[in-house]
C-alpha cells in the first residue's frame, strides 16, 4: 500500500519518463503501485477499455477514489477517528482499518460485515461517527433523501461524508422501482445528482476524473451511445469517455 505523498512523487516522475520516450496505454495504480497494461472488460454496455488494474483489481473509480483519499484524509488525526464504511471495499477496508482508531463495517445484506444496517434507518445513535463512507450506494437506495438525512444524523459535528454514486450522463433519471439487470439500481445518476446533498451538508466538494494525473486511467471509457433494452431508461449518452465525479460532503 502506498503511502498518499509518495503516490504523487512517483507518479509526476512517471509522467515525464512517458512524455520523454511516448509511452502509450501503459498507467500506474496509486492503490497497488502496478505498472503496465491495464485490462479491460465487457460489461452489458459494451467493452470498459482499461478498466481493472491486474495487480490489485481496482476499477476507475476505486483509484479516483484513493486520490481524493489522498486529498481528504493527510491532515486528519484520524487515529483519533472513527469511521463507518458503508458497503465495503476489500482494499479501502485495509486502508481505514490501519488509519482509523475506530472502524466500523455496515451493509443491509452482507455477511462479512460488524454490523447489518439499513441506510435509511440506522441503529446508530446521533453524532456517532466523524467520517462515512458509501461508494455506490444510494443508487440502489429508493428513499436517498431519508438516507441522507440519516448519514447526516450519525455524523458529528464537522463529520465528512465521501458518497460517489455511478455518473452516467448530465441528469438523473428515477425509475419506479429496482433495475434487476442493472444491479437493482432505482435510478440512473447524473452530475445533477449531487446537488441533491447541498440540501444535507454544510459544503460538498466535488473531485472529478480530470483533477488528477491521467497516468492513473480514471475516466471510464465506454461506448455508452446505445440503448440497451434491458435498461429502459438509462440514458444513451454520445462520446467514449466518460468523466467520474466523487463528492465529499462536510456536515
Ligand atoms: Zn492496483
Not at 26 to 52: H, L, M, W
Not at 222 to 228: F, L, P, Q, T, V
Request: positive net charge; proline residues 6%.
Amino acid at each position: 500500500m502506498m503511502d498518499f505523498k509518495r503516490v504523487l512523487i512517483k507518479s509526476s516522475m512517471l509522467s515525464l519518463f512517458h512524455r520523454i520516450f511516448n509511452v502509450k496505454n501503459c498507467f500506474q495504480c496509486p492503490i497497488c503501485d502496478y505498472y503496465g497494461k491495464f485490462e479491460s472488460f465487457g460489461p452489458e454496455t459494451g467493452v470498459r477499455k482499461n478498466a481493472r488494474c491486474p495487480g490489485c483489481g481496482s476499477l476507475e473509480r476505486h483509484r479516483l477514489q484513493y486520490l481524493v483519499l489522498g486529498e481528504t484524509i493527510p491532515g486528519l488525526n484520524t487515529r483519533a477517528m472513527s469511521m463507518l464504511h458503508f458497503a465495503p471495499e476489500f482494499f479501502f477496508r485495509r486502508i481505514f482499518r490501519e488509519k482509523f482508531g475506530i472502524y466500523v463495517t455496515a451493509d443491509l445484506l452482507a455477511e462479512d460485515v460488524d454490523r447489518k444496517e439499513d441506510l435509511t434507518h440506522m441503529s446508530f445513535g446521533d453524532n456517532s461517527f466523524d467520517f462515512l463512507y458509501a461508494s455506490h450506494v444510494l443508487e440502489h437506495v429508493q428513499d436517498d433523501c431519508k438516507a441522507l438525512a440519516e448519514i447526516k444524523r450519525v455524523l458529528k459535528p464537522k463529520g465528512i461524508a465521501i458518497l460517489p454514486v455511478p455518473i452516467i450522463g448530465e441528469k438523473t433519471i428515477e425509475y419506479s422501482k429496482p433495475n434487476p439487470h442493472e444491479f437493482d439500481h432505482v435510478r440512473s445518476t447524473g452530475k445533477d445528482y449531487y446537488e441533491k446533498y447541498k440540501a444535507h451538508f454544510k459544503t460538498v466538494k466535488l473531485y472529478s476524473s480530470s483533477d488528477f494525473n491521467p497516468l492513473h486511467q480514471l475516466h471510464v471509457y465506454e461506448d455508452r451511445s446505445k440503448k440497451i433494452a434491458s435498461m429502459p431508461l438509462r440514458p444513451a449518452v454520445s462520446g467514449d469517455k466518460h468523466e467520474d465525479i466523487v463528492p465529499v460532503c462536510f456536515k
